[in-house]
C-alpha cells in the first residue's frame, strides 16, 4: 500500500492545534523538513509508527536497527541533512548505541527517536526498558526525555538545531509511549531559547592576523585537513587559499575530499597509513595549520615526536578539542569556512615556500603509495585503482573499517567533498554497506560503491532484503581475504604469527547468498578477470554483489607502527 497516498496537510508553523504527542512528533519533522525516517518499530514507539503510517513520511525499514543508524549516518554524510532515526525502547535503543557513538566520534548529525516504556513504570525494570539516558549521556551531543507531552515541539526544535550547528553530533530524545498518547498544544511557532549553547562560527580577526603572519615567515608551511572542512562546506574556500598560498596540504582519514586529490599540492592522507610525503612534510614543518582535525592518535603516532619544529595553529568549531592533544601557539574557534574566508580576506603575502613544494614534490614521487602485482592473485589495492579508473573518481565509495578501508583511502583519489564515507573515529564494522544504502537514498544518481571485507560484511549483510526491496542500484564489493585482514596483518608483525582467532575458512558463500535476495552475484579470483568483471559490476543496472578473492597475505603498507613518529615509517618501499 503506498502510505504517501494517505498524506494529509501539515500543520504549519505558526498555527497551534491540540494533538495526541505522537502527531507532534511527525508535525514536527515535517516542519524540519525532513524526507526520510530510518527505523525500526516495536511496542513502545507503535503509536508513533502509526502517526508515520497515517501521514506518508517516507520510513526506511532496515531489518536491524543498527542497519537503520548507519544508512541514516551516510545519509547525513552525502546530503549534509541530519539523519532522523526511530526506534522502540529497550533492544531497540541498545542497538543503535553503536551508531551513535559513531557518529558523535565522526561529527555527523542525527536526530534519534527512542520509545519508552511509560512514565509510570519507568525504573521498574518493565518490559523492554533500559535506561538509554544513562547509557547515551556520554555519546550523544545532548539527549533528552520528554515527561510532559506540551514540551514535544520545544524539545525536537532543540534537538535539531543543537544536532546541525556548532560541531554537528547526534542528539537523543527518549518518548515514553504514555506521552506519544497524551493530547497536548503543538506550537512550533516558539523561538529557541538555549542561552548556553552558543557556539562561535566567526573567527577572532586578531588571531586570523597572527596566522597571517606567521604564514608570511613561515619556510616550511603545511596544511592538515580534516573533515570539520567538509562540515563547514568550505572546501572552495580551501582551494582557493592553498593556491594562492602554495601551501602544500595532508589530509586526515576523514577529511579525504575536501581538497581535491589529484591536485598536485595535495600530499595525501597523513598517519598511520599515510603517504610518506605527507608525514614527512608534517615532521619537517616549521608551521602545521590543522583546520578541522582534531589530531587523532592515528593522525599523530607519537605525540612527542609529532611535527616537532612546527609552530602550530588550531582551526576548529569545537572549543574543547584545541589544545587537547596538541599544544596550539595559534587557537582559532572558528567554522572552517568563515576562517578561510576571514584568511583570504586579509590577504598575507606569499611565504618564501617554493623550496619547501620542490622537496616535497620530489618526496612524492620518490615515494609514492606501492604494491607488487602478481599474476595469480588480484592484489587489493588493484582492485581499488580498478574501480577508481573505471569510475573515473566519481563515484560515493562507503567502506567498513580495516585494511580495505585504508587501501581504499590510498588509492581511491576524492576528487570532490562528500564522496568519501567512512567510520572514521570508532572505526566499526558493518558500517559499510547500511552507509551505502543511505548514501544511495541522498544521492539517488551519482554510482555509490560499498567496499567491505568478507568479516565486515557478514555483520549486517541482513540489509541484502532492505536492498532488493528499494532495487537501489548499489555496487558491494566484497575484498574477500578470508580473514580479519588488519587484525592478521598486527599479530604478524606485533605478535610472532600468532593469528588468534582472525581467519575466517569457513564463509558462506556470498553469490549464493546473494541469488538468495535476487541479487546478481559474481565471483572473481583471476587477474584476467578483474577488469572486465568491474566493467560488468558498473554496467549492471540494479544491485550487484561482487565476491572478490584477493592476496590473503597483503599488508597496509607504508605504516607507522605504535609508539613511532610519522618520520619512523615501515614499508615505505618495496624490499
Known sequence: MNTRLRKKDAVTNDKKQMMKGSSMLV???????????????????LPTFDEIYKDGIRHILARHEQGAIHAAEGYARVSGKPGVV??????????????????????????????????????????????????TMPITKHNYQVRNVNDIPRIIKEAFHIATTGRPGPV???????????????????????????????????????????????????ILVGAGVLHAHGSEQLLEYVEEQQIPVASTLLGLGAFPGDHELFLGMAGMHGTYAANMAIYQSDLLISIGSRFDDRVTGNLEKFAPGAKIAHIDIDPAEIGKNIETKIPIVADAKEAIKELIAQNGVKGPNSVWNEDLKQLKEEYPLWYQEDPEVIKPQQLIECIYEQTNGEAIVTTDVGQHQMWAAQFFKFKKPNR?????????MGFGFPAAIGAQLAEPKTPVIAVMGDAGFQMTLQELSLLQEMKLPLKLVIVNNGCLGMVRQWQQLFFEERYSNSLMPVQPDFVKLADAYDIKGMRVDKVADLEKAVAEMLAHDGPVLVDFRVAERENVYPMVATGKGLHEMIGVKPE
Open 27 to 45: 508535525e514536527a519533522l515535517k516542519a524540519e523538513q525532513v524526507e526520510i525516517i530510518f527505523g525500526y518499530p516495536g511496542g513502545a514507539i
Open 86 to 135: 526511530v526506534v522502540t525502547s529497550g533492544p531497540g535503543a541498545t542497538n543503535v548505541v553503536t551508531g551513535i557513538a559513531d557518529a558523535m566520534m565522526d561529527s555527523l548529525p542525527l536526530v534519534v527517536f527512542s520509545g519508552q516504556v511509560a512514565t509510570t513504570v519507568i525504573g521498574t525494570d518493565a518490559f523492554q526498558e533500559s535506561d538509554i539516558m544513562g547509557i
Open 420 to 428: 568519501w564515507v567512512t567510520s572514521g573515529g570508532l572505526g566499526t
Open 172 to 222: 537523543l530524545i527518549d518518548l515514553p509511549k504514555d506521552i506519544s498518547i497524551q493530547i497536548g498544544m503543538f506550537d512550533y511557532s516558539q523561538e529557541l531559547h538555549l542561552p548556553g549553547y552558543q557556539p562561535t562560527t566567526m573567527p577572532n580577526k586578531l588571531q586570523i592576523r597572527k596566522l597571517v603572519e606567521a604564514v608570511s615567515q613561515a619556510k616550511k608551511p603545511v
